[in-house]
């Protein structure tokens, strides 16, 4: 025969019903007259227990608060920043640079329209929109020219 599975699982200490019920004869209550547990005169409000502080009190929700908000600024400033530089780089294209597209064919700028570029595969001219570049492929040779000069 297989032993049934058994779990323990932690459980907080049961607490006894004489804690949780109001005394209901006059032999429960101590010598004194109150009922038992109560310091406070029979008509007085009751003082609340002090809670341990929680996770989200206070100065802990604030610094995760401003941990986010400095998060989305910095994510946006550096989204922007590459946009500006990616339309600064398309709006310097001229005849006769040598381009990537972003599906990654390399081609020659045959002709630059306000928003379209004419570009040349092989001896096959092909027209694209502006933000289709990918990058403009800059020689190693010419960079070293121009530093000499």
Known sequence: MQQP??????AAAPTTIATIQEPRSASDTPAGGAPSGTTAA???????PQS???LFDGGFLWMM???????L???????SKA???QQAMLAAIKQGDRVVTTS????????VDEKTVTLLFDTVPVTFERAAIARI????ASRTEQKRA
């Open 73 to 79: 600024f910095f994510s946006m400033r550096r989204d």
């Open 137 to 140: 492929v800059r020689d190693d």
């Open 104 to 111: 990654g064919m390399h081609a020659a700028v045959h002709r």
């Open 65 to 71: 608060l401003a941990f986010v908000v400095l998060m």
């Open 52 to 54: 341990a502080p929680g």
């Open 83 to 85: 946009r500006k530089e």
């Open 5 to 10: 599975l058994v779990f323990f699982l932690p």
């Open 42 to 48: 029979p008509g007085a409000p009751q003082p609340q």
